[in-house]
């Protein structure tokens, strides 16, 4: 019998992202209900998974300091860095409206 080769996205969440993260779900759910929610927080889960398999598909941003990448997704921005492993770390995930780019993001 052969083995399977499962390959795990290479990312992982800053507590700073993971907080974020709760907050979406948790106004997600109190705004547009459960179902909405779920499926927000599906869909960032794919935009991760997607980052971890293309993790130079956002430019980087060299203005900002330190610089970081920014991929959109829906009314959210993930804030993210390339490590030198050529793993994503999910710095931040940010309504697009808020002051982002003031932020500091160093992990």
């Known amino acids: 019998m052969g083995t399977a080769s499962l390959t795990v996205p290479r990312f992982h969440l800053t507590r700073a992202a993971a907080d974020d993260l709760t907050a979406i ?11 909405q929610a779920d ?5 960032l889960s794919a935009i991760f998974a997607f980052l971890a398999d293309y993790p130079h598909a956002a430019r980087l941003r060299e203005e900002i300091s330190p610089p ?4 959109p ?3 959210h921005l993930v804030i993210y ?5 050529g793993e994503v770390i999910i710095l931040r995930v940010r309504h697009g409206r808020e ?8 992990g």
């Open 68 to 71: 970081v990448r920014v991929h």
């Open 73 to 75: 997704y829906k009314a």
């Open 99 to 106: 002051d982002w780019t003031s932020s500091n993001y160093d």
């Open 81 to 85: 860095d390339v490590g030198n492993e």
């Open 25 to 35: 779900f948790l106004e997600g759910i109190e705004q547009f209900g459960l179902p």
């Open 39 to 43: 499926g927000y927080h599906e869909g």
